[in-house]
């Protein structure tokens, strides 16, 4: 039976790359410790397929038209998108795909009532997915990445109850479908708190930011879906925040582990509360 | 201000998706933009807005924020260090009423 070998909520704000300078030196230690931890123990975990949930962001689909999960299905992820390159300001990167997992998430998910999309064609990536492959060098992992792009940002979107139902599903088909002995890494990205586009742009909810990370380690799933509403969210930042849904559906999949914080970083030229978590599975 | 108010039916949205999309017409956006704006069928308050840096009667038509965020950017600039700061400075005093 396949399992879960790693678990993790990771941020993707493109200023952690390309304003990184304009950090203090603790802030830099900060986004430097978490990716470094995080790296480490993906690396540990010797994954052989990368399953990485992250906000669209609106990038590969227009909004008349806007799947709630998108499947990259592509044999080859290529990024940052042209536009995208002097916004992030990280160099490009290669990750391999795997068309073959792609399939199996794709039909295993249908059959359990989830409604996904896919595209064999390449997707576009903006920070979501580039931020995290070049700052965990997942180019240089040599394992396939299977990316689903997700809706947090077009109303109406899966709320936490959904993402995390989503993601018991995607545990159930992970265990099921996919090879025995395959050893499977999730990805949340997205977060913190932020308001791309609003009056607030520049406005990080470090309470808000403190009490989600704290939710994350504490295990608590209850409480996180009773109290992790779109409103919630929302306050903290509207527009952006919600991205955070990504991490919940990694929570549904593996259930209530207790998870490590590297830290928290809040840097107004960031434009977002930096933070990450990374899920116990042996607890 | 936040999503409540979003309108998905809105031309413009299109508008910024292709300019994402299509360097060709990003590069024509910047040279002709009226002639651009001509081939989307923005209602008239969307596009007096557009014109006029208006992000405020922008979004309170119903324009999501994230997109307005990058229409910002094709107008001020997208590199991290310099254009996307004034874009950022630009859309904030739009929004509050500063300008």
Redesign the interface.
């Known amino acids: 039976m396949a399992e879960i070998v790693f678990a993790a909520g990771i941020p993707h704000a493109p200023a952690i790359v390309g304003l990184f300078d304009k950090a203090t030196p603790e802030q830099q230690k900060v986004v430097r410790h978490t990716y470094a931890g995080l790296s480490g123990g993906l690396r540990r975990a010797r994954p052989d397929l990368i399953i990485a949930f992250a906000n669209d962001h609106m990038t590969n689909s227009r909004i008349i038209a806007y799947p709630d999960f998108l499947i990259g299905m592509a044999a080859e992820h290529t990024g940052p998108h042209e536009w995208f390159k002097p916004w992030i300001g990280c160099r490009d990167y290669v990750v391999k795909g795997s068309p073959e997992a792609a399939e199996v998430l794709f039909r295993g998910m249908s059959r359990r009532g989830v409604r996904m999309f896919g595209s064999r064609q390449p997707l576009k990536f903006d920070d979501n997915i580039s931020v995290p492959s070049v700052l965990l060098e997942l180019d240089t992992l040599g394992v396939p990445l299977v990316p689903v792009m997700q809706n947090c940002t077009v109303p109406p979107f899966p709320d936490q109850h959904r993402c995390y139902e989503v993601g018991q599903k995607l545990s159930d088909l992970i265990r099921h479908d996919f090879p025995a002995e395959m050893r499977v890494a999730l990805i949340g990205s997205g977060g913190l708190s932020h308001e791309p586009g609003g009056a607030r742009y520049l406005f990080i909810d470090e309470a808000f930011d403190r009490w989600f990370i704290d939710l994350c380690v504490a295990a608590d799933h209850k409480r996180m879906l009773r109290e992790l509403t779109i409103e919630k969210m929302e306050a903290a930042g509207s527009g952006g925040t919600a991205e955070l849904l990504a991490w919940v559906v990694v929570m549904g999949a593996i259930g209530e582990k207790p998870g490590q914080s590297f830290g928290y970083a809040i840097c107004s030229d960031f434009r977002c509360g930096i933070g990450a978590v990374a899920w116990n599975l042996a607890a | 201000?936040?999503?409540e108010k979003?309108d998905?039916?809105l031309a413009g949205?299109?508008l910024v998706?292709d300019l994402?999309?299509d360097?060709a017409l990003?590069a024509e956006f910047k040279d002709n933009e009226r002639a651009v704006l001509d081939r989307y069928p923005l209602r008239p308050e969307e596009r007096r807005a557009i014109e006029e840096r208006d992000f405020r009667t922008l979004y309170d038509i119903g324009f999501?924020?994230?997109?307005?965020?990058?229409l910002?950017?094709f107008i001020y600039g997208?590199?991290?260090?310099r254009?996307?700061l004034i874009a950022?400075k630009k859309?904030?005093a739009s929004?509050?009423g500063q300008k």
């Not at chain 2, 999501?64 to 990058?70: K, M, R």
């Not at chain 2, 997208?78 to 260090?81: E, R």
């Open positions: 201000m936040g999503l979003f998905p039916t949205h299109d998706q994402k999309w360097p990003r999501h924020p994230y997109l307005g965020g990058q910002s950017r997208n590199d991290a260090a254009g996307a950022n859309l904030i929004l509050t």
